[in-house]
C-alpha cells in the first residue's frame, strides 16, 4: 500500500473547518447540492428524499406548513407586538399588500414552553446562562454579543430579535403569495439559526425592512457572514433578489461563490443497497480574504479544504472512525490521522481514520488541506463515519470540485 505524500504534484494535507449550517425550511427539508435532491431531516417526510420540493407538495397535497400558534405572549414585553384582531380570522388578512399582522401578531410559543420566539432566541443567543423571570418564561439577564455593531449588551431590553430578511423585504420577495400559516411559520423559523437574531435596537430600527443594496451593519468584519445569512434565508423560502440587492451581494460574496459548504446526505451502506440516513456530510473550499465557499479554483490558488461531519442523531454518543477519501482521476486515497494521503486497496478495512474512536457529536470538523494544491481537473472528496460493528455511513455521491489552469 503506497503513502502519497501529497504536493503540487499530486493532492493533499491538513489545515482545519467551519461548521455546516444544516437549515432546513418550515417542513423540515432543504435542496442538497451534491445531489440536486429535496431531503426532509425532520417533518412528515423525515429521512425521504424527492427530485424536488413540489415533488414533496404533490405527496403531501398541501403548500402548507403546520401553522405556528402564538400563546403566552409577553405583555410587559415592549418588542412584542400584538393586535388581537388578526387571530379571529387570519384568512382575511391574505392579500398582496403587506400587513405586518399576517406574518407576526405576536411571537409564537410552537412547543408550548411558555417561552415565546423571542426568548427562545434570547436563550439560544447568550453567551452564559440566562436569568429568567420566576415564571421561567421571560428573559431577564445574559451577556450577547450584537454582530451589527459588535457590542455587548446583558439587558434584554436593549436588543430586537431580527429578521435577517425583514418580514416586508420577505413579502415583496415573493412570500405575499404564502398562506398565513406558512407567513408565520417564517416569522417564527427557529430552525433555521440565520432566520432570527438578537441585535441592538437601534441597529435593527436603523435597518428596518432594507436589503443589503440599501443597508449594511456598520461592523464591517461581520459584513461576510451577514451576506451568507442573507442569501442562506433567501435560497431556504425561494424568495427573489432584484439587480441592486445582487450586485450588493457580489460586492461581498464574489459571484459563483457559495453561502454554505457543498454537503450531502449520508446513507448506510448495505448488501442490497445504500439506506438513507440523517446524517449529514459537508467540504468547504475556502481561499484566504474572499468571503463564502468556492466550488472550484485556479491551479495556482492558495486555498483550504475542511469538512463538517453532522452524524445521525441516532448515532449520538456512540464511537466510530471519521473517513476521508479524495479522488482525483483514477487515483483513490484515504487519509490517516497524520495528515497523509494512503492509496485505498478498495476494501472496507482498507480505509484509513482521520479521526479514529470519536464520540459521534451533534457537528465535528476535520481540516483537510492548506496551501497550493496545483490540480488540474475534477477533485471529488467521500466523507463518512465508520461505526464500531462495521456500518459505514457515507457520501455515495461525492462532493466535487473543480480546478483549471
Known amino acids: ?226 451576506i451568507k445569512s442573507w442569501v442562506i434565508v433567501k435560497q431556504a423560502y425561494s424568495l427573489s433578489i432584484d439587480p441592486a440587492e445582487q450586485a450588493a451581494i457580489n460586492k461581498v460574496m464574489p459571484p459563483g461563490n457559495l453561502p454554505e459548504p457543498a454537503h450531502s446526505h449520508g446513507y448506510r451502506l448495505g448488501a442490497s443497497g445504500d439506506i438513507p440516513t440523517a446524517a449529514e456530510f459537508s467540504v468547504g473550499l475556502t481561499k484566504p480574504g474572499i468571503c463564502g465557499y468556492g466550488v472550484g479554483a485556479a491551479a495556482n490558488d492558495s486555498l483550504a479544504f475542511r469538512a463538517t461531519v453532522i452524524p445521525d442523531s441516532a448515532h449520538a454518543g456512540s464511537i466510530a472512525d471519521l473517513i476521508i477519501a479524495a479522488q482525483h482521476g483514477p487515483l483513490i486515497v484515504t487519509m490517516n490521522q497524520n495528515g497523509e494521503f494512503i492509496e485505498w486497496d478498495g476494501t472496507i478495512e482498507g480505509l484509513q481514520a482521520a479521526r479514529d474512536d470519536v464520540v459521534l457529536s451533534s457537528s465535528m470538523t476535520v481540516d483537510i488541506y492548506s496551501g497550493v494544491l496545483g490540480l488540474i481537473g475534477e477533485l471529488n472528496f467521500f466523507v463518512g463515519y465508520k461505526m464500531q460493528d462495521g456500518s459505514l455511513i457515507y457520501t455515495p455521491a461525492p462532493i466535487s470540485f473543480t480546478f483549471t489552469n
Not at 388578512?93 to 426568548?119: E, K, M
Not at 429568567?132 to 421571560?138: D, F, H, I, P, T
Not at 432566520?195 to 443594496?213: H, T, W
Open 1 to 226: 500500500m503506497k503513502i502519497w505524500v501529497f504536493s503540487i504534484a499530486l493532492l493533499l494535507a491538513p489545515s482545519e473547518l467551519l461548521a455546516h449550517g444544516g437549515g432546513t425550511d418550515a417542513y423540515g427539508c432543504h435542496n442538497e447540492s451534491a445531489t440536486g435532491l429535496y431531503h426532509c431531516h425532520s417533518g412528515t417526510f423525515a429521512g425521504q428524499s424527492f427530485s424536488s420540493k413540489d415533488a414533496m407538495l404533490a405527496q403531501l397535497n398541501t403548500s402548507d406548513p403546520a401553522p405556528s400558534t402564538p400563546t403566552n405572549p409577553d405583555p410587559t414585553d415592549p418588542t412584542t407586538p400584538t393586535n388581537p384582531s388578526t387571530e379571529a380570522n387570519p384568512a382575511e388578512y391574505a392579500g398582496t399588500v403587506y400587513n405586518r399582522s399576517d406574518y407576526l401578531p405576536s411571537w409564537a410559543d410552537a412547543d408550548g414552553d411558555c417561552q415565546n420566539t423571542r426568548h427562545e432566541v434570547l436563550i439560544a443567543e447568550s453567551q452564559i446562562p440566562v436569568t429568567l423571570n420566576a415564571a421561567g418564561c421571560s428573559v431577564i439577564a445574559g451577556l450577547w454579543r450584537d454582530p451589527y455593531t459588535d457590542q455587548i449588551f446583558t439587558n434584554p431590553s436593549d436588543l430586537d430579535i431580527d429578521h435577517m430578511v425583514a418580514l416586508k423585504e420577505a413579502h415583496d420577495s415573493g412570500a405575499w403569495a404564502w398562506s398565513i400559516a406558512a407567513k408565520r411559520a417564517f416569522a417564527n423559523d427557529l430552525t433555521n439559526p440565520h432566520v432570527l437574531i438578537a441585535v441592538d435596537d437601534g441597529a435593527n430600527q436603523s435597518k428596518s425592512d432594507r436589503d443589503p443594496a440599501e443597508w449594511m451593519p456598520p461592523n464591517i468584519a461581520y459584513h461576510c457572514q451577514y
